[in-house]
């Protein structure tokens, strides 16, 4: 073949025309990624100064927050209040509903858009981000961080590790992970003939991204990931992380992203589910939040296939019923300081939290003593103090939830509280860290999630060893995170297959919490979500359609094949 193209070029130069491509490839300048450095915010240091003054500043104010189409700020209706979970007579966002029409519009504005930004150089959108993550370091950082503490009620390294580093992770690996990616082209055997090659595509359409409350730096994963690979967004933030979500919004705009590409829209639930799984442009739903609400849309998308241009990719993390396993050469200390972290920073509200643990009863009670010791010194309170462990759960349904199963077990005689219990709604929505041991493996504060600070132990004789690994996988819909303490290898091989399909992140002698952006990426299966694994590289391709492209330069002359002449 390509002595045919020779002998049909007699030049150098005409050669050189047949094999000029008319597909531009990305030209990515090569760069390399680490994680954003976690500050130490020690007394006297400048990122603890700084932080200090910009609580203050937050604080002392309420900030008005518009339903945000385009370059169009709208306010629907009746305001709405984002306030402090730790004293929630204070309000820190004035906010809106979009109504119906108002979702319509956005989804209108949004599939507009698309069409412009799909054509944006791979290039310029790498530069946005890049400039995006910068601002987030630096000038934007403690405006996050506030904006977290006070409207999520996270302490300073809760805030620090989530709406800082995390955040301006998911931002720099995102497009580190679409650079590498785009190093693949398929095989081109004479590219002087035929050249094949693969561009990344955003989908026709729009992506609603439904963010949750317990994490900033998902929102901003949430919504901007889709828009990174060419896709235009409706941005239902949660009305418990409205001000944090709005601080990302602006960032992004400041550094440069087009008016339309991402939309900020929040909304009452359920009229936003029905508006956008009635629409036919609807082209994936990117979202982190309940079991029932997930399967509710997965429901309606299903209703709804004869009207949609593309099926709906539907990307969820719904959290889990995440545990510790002990095996009896577990090292004690290192149990109690990982379950402790695990259970109850944050209140207990990360995906990830340890909210179930299987203990040996020959390791029973210095496991006990140590949970209890430990439990003792955290100190709860507002996140302005920066010597607190953590601070109130996030509204008053959260409030509601997590004590009617302490009041529950406290009630059942199959479980005993041996720690905390104890719970004060009236300033803010107060949960003591609260420690329950149980006689049965299948009660419900150890199979249903409860997603607060509530860690349920249940005692094994060490004989049964095997039969309560089996309960692991088995007592729950769950498959989130899970961790094995065990100083015996041989029983860490076997744990690593028995309970390979419990856990999408699994933790060896570590706490179930703490996945690192490039690190653990990190999702579940089960009804714990898809398992897409944010913070990885296949994430950034749950946002693209690919198209292959085969580029000829040598024309066809012949119809029959060499053989049907002999």
């Keep these: 073949m390509l002595n045919a193209c020779t002998m049909s070029l007699r030049s150098a130069r005409s050669l050189e025309r047949c094999m000029s491509s008319v597909v531009e ?117 403690q405006s996050l961080n506030a904006a977290t503490m006070l409207g999520q009620s996270k302490s300073v390294i809760q805030a620090e590790i989530d709406s800082a580093a995390e955040l301006i992770d998911f931002y720099r690996f995102n497009i580190f992970f679409l650079k590498e990616n785009s190093k693949y082209q398929p095989i081109s055997e004479d590219p002087s003939v035929t050249r094949n090659s693969l561009r990344f595509r955003g989908i026709d359409g729009f992506i609603a991204a439904i ?174 103090d920066f010597s607190i462990f953590t601070g109130a759960v996030i509204d008053d349904k959260a409030f509601a939830r997590i004590t009617g199963y302490i009041k529950n077990a406290k009630n059942n005689p199959k479980n005993t509280i041996i720690g905390g219990g104890d719970f004060d709604g009236s300033k803010g929505y107060f949960v003591q860290p609260t420690i329950i041991v149980t006689t049965d493996p299948l009660d419900k504060l150890m199979t249903e999630e409860i997603f607060g600070p509530v860690l349920t132990i249940y005692v094994y004789e060490d004989k049964d060893l095997q039969e309560t690994l089996s309960l692991v996988g088995s007592s729950t819909k769950f498959a989130l995170t899970g961790a094995v303490f065990a100083q015996d290898k041989a029983f860490l091989k076997t744990a690593l297959e028995e309970l390979k399909s419990t856990a999408g992140n699994f933790y060896l002698n570590d706490k179930s919490t703490g996945s690192v952006v490039g690190q653990q990426p990190f999702g579940g299966g089960r009804m714990s979500g898809t398992n897409d694994k944010a913070g990885g590289p296949i994430y950034v391709m749950r946002w693209t359609t690919p198209q292959s492209i085969k580029e000829t330069f040598v024309p066809l002359r012949d119809i029959d094949y060499p053989y049907m002449r002999e």
């Design 25 to 141: 490839l990305p030209k990515f300048q090569d760069f390399g990624v680490k994680n954003e450095p976690i500050l130490g915010y020690k007394q006297g240091s400048k990122e603890r100064t700084e932080l200090a003054n910009e609580l203050q500043r937050a604080s002392g104010v309420t900030e008005e927050v518009p339903i945000v189409i385009g370059d169009e700020n709208i306010r629907d209706g009746e305001p709405r209040f984002q306030v402090m979970p730790h004293d929630h007579s204070r309000k820190i966002a004035k906010y809106y509903y979009a109504s119906e029409s108002t979702i319509k519009k956005a989804i209108d504005v949004s599939v507009r858009a698309q069409k412009t930004w799909d054509k944006t150089p791979f290039e310029e959108r790498v530069r946005i981000w890049n400039k995006a993550a910068d601002l987030m370091a630096g000038a934007y950082r």
């Design 211 to 384: 963010s949750p409350f317990n994490f900033t730096a998902i929102g901003g994963n949430l919504a901007y990931t889709p828009a990174l690979m060419g896709n235009g967004v409706l941005w239902k933030p949660s009305d418990t992380a409205v001000l944090s979500n709005w601080r990302i919004f602006n960032i992004m705009r400041e550094a440069g992203l087009p008016p339309g590409i991402v939309n900020f829209v929040p909304a009452d639930g359920p009229t936003f589910g029905r508006t956008i799984t009635a629409s036919p442009h609807l082209a994936g739903v990117n979202f982190t939040g309940s079991v029932p609400t997930f399967n509710w849309i997965w429901n309606e998308v299903g209703k709804n296939l004869q009207v949609y241009r593309n099926y709906p990719r539907l990307i969820g993390e719904c959290g889990g019923k995440n545990y510790h396993f002990i095996h009896p050469s577990a090292d004690v200390e290192s149990v109690v300081s990982g379950t402790i972290r695990s259970a109850f920073e944050y209140c207990g509200q990360k995906c990830s939290a340890c909210s179930r643990m299987y203990v040996p009863k020959s390791l029973y009670e210095p496991i006990k003593e140590g949970l209890l010791r430990e439990r003792a010194k955290l100190k709860i309170g507002d996140p302005s």
